[in-house]
């Protein structure tokens, strides 16, 4: 490939906005990937920004689903802990809500791994 603005000169690499080949003159580093100098900068520069906020929610987004996931592990073996403890009594209430508690914190885990992209 060619660079698009010289196109006697070899491209080493393209620009993260437009796609155009570069030569060494003409690719602008701008942290996270190359632009056109003079021209794209902007572009590539809002482009990583909006990709390291989105990183950002994800790993928020995951974090939370985590607590709530422990929340409901812990509130579901107080269930079942109660519940086998009591059985005689009402117990055989809390065994299985203590069982429905184990699974939303499954769910909310395996959420949360979706949201790490695991
Ligand atoms: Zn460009
Ligand atoms: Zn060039």
Redesign the pocket.
Known sequence: MRCFYHRDVEAVAT?K??G?GLCPDCAHDVGNGL??VN??EAEVLALNRIIARNKTAYEKTSGAYNRTALFYAAVGAVFFAGGLANWRGFGWVLVPAGVIFFLSAYVHYSTGRRFRGE
């Open positions: 620009c906005s437009c155009r632009a056109c021209r794209c």
